[in-house]
């Protein structure tokens, strides 16, 4: 089949999950992208651009596009020669938490709805999310004043699915290399608010307060100005800083992966996981909170040891690590073996059976 893949914000997760089922689909996908920056004007005007600069619908059996596009304006657009349109969505703007001092726009909630409404096919990108957005959904519609359209619930709970994105390694055993020494901590998410920096460097500066000693990689993308936790960080941790910003390099990155100790996230907000799942897979040993997608991601034999309940709870779990490191490396093959499932090789095939159903709409 002939699909086109409309990404209006290239970058992040969205980047990493279009690049890598154009690769490893069998089918013929063609990527046409906006760059990631404006997210908001992309989700309302990605559709007026696209509209005027994507190749002839006609052309392809399918159409496949991201959360941060107003599907709805797209199809209004483009008329009926639109083909069928899978839905993919990594995050939703009715649970994203806001920042602070920032009040939640309830039309990107709308644009949200009107988009799955619009969607032939809608996939999430794990059952936490899933979960929550239809938690949610019912009340952000009784926000209205009257005539609460609950309707479009079932609607759209009634064309919706769970499916992981893949994760650009591949299967099999892999190579785990020896972890530098000092330990090296990795911070591999964006340098952004909602993945919550600020409590990850105070766990830093608790176990350097304790007496412990370690490295530390700053990874992840920064769309915009480097935020001030970062640049404070700079100066705290100084030479224990081996890597300051966007490896734009894949096989650097991965290098620095590998020499990982310890990966951790502090995040507010994470659907799946991609950073986490592809530093674990290089033998990182993970520290994350018990909440969001991570339970779903990490083996339950592993919960107990790498979940954390609270801020404190994630300064002695990682001071414990970094005190008995050597007790912990037997970890890593088991936990690494574990993210295989969501390598792009073995998640393709799901996402093309995903695609054929999608063309069976016509």
């Not at 309830?106 to 899933?130: E, K, M, P, W, Y």
């Amino acid at each position: 089949m002939k699909l086109l893949f409309l990404e209006p914000f290239f970058g992040g997760s969205h980047r990493d999950f279009a690049s890598g089922l154009c690769d490893h689909s069998g089918h013929d996908i063609t990527l046409v992208t906006l760059p990631a920056r404006f997210w908001k004007w992309r989700m309302r005007g990605a559709a007026l651009h696209f509209a005027r600069t994507m190749p002839p619908p006609i052309d392809f059996d399918g159409i496949i596009t991201t959360d941060l596009m107003s599907l709805s304006d797209l199809k209004m657009l483009m008329g009926p020669d639109l083909p069928p349109v899978l839905v993919y969505f990594h995050k939703n703007q009715i649970t994203y938490p806001l920042a602070q001092g920032e009040t939640r726009d309830v039309q990107f909630g709308f644009t949200d709805i009107t988009t799955a409404l619009a969607a032939d096919r809608i996939l999430f990108n794990s059952h936490t999310h899933f979960n929550e957005f239809f938690t949610a959904l019912p009340a952000f519609l009784k926000m209205m004043p009257e005539f609460h359209p609950l309707w479009v619930v079932d609607t759209i709970r009634e064309k919706s699915a769970v499916l992981h994105p893949g994760c650009r390694f591949a299967p099999g055993e892999p190579a785990l290399a020896n972890p530098e020494d000092p330990p090296l901590i990795i911070w591999n998410h964006r340098w952004e608010f909602d993945k919550n920096p600020v409590d990850f460097f105070a766990a830093l500066e608790a176990v350097l307060n304790r007496g412990f000693e370690f490295q530390l990689a700053l990874l992840g993308e920064n769309f915009q100005k480097v935020p001030k936790p970062f640049i404070q960080a700079k100066a705290r941790f100084g030479k224990r800083i081996v890597c300051y910003g966007f490896e734009k390099s894949r096989t650097a990155y991965e290098q620095w992966l590998q020499k990982g100790a310890v990966v951790i996230s502090t995040a507010h907000q994470e659907n799946f996981g991609i950073s986490m799942v592809e530093a674990i897979r290089h033998g990182c040993l993970p520290l994350l909170p018990d909440r969001l997608a991570y339970p779903e991601i990490l083996p339950p034999a592993f919960q107990d040891r790498f979940l954390y309940g609270s801020q404190r709870d994630l300064e002695d779990k990682l001071s414990l690590l970094l005190a008995n490191y050597v007790e912990f490396k037997d970890c890593r093959p088991p936990l690494a073996a574990a993210m295989e499932k969501y390598a792009w090789p073995l998640m393709a095939p799901r996402y093309d059976r995903e695609f054929e159903r999608l063309v069976g709409f016509r």
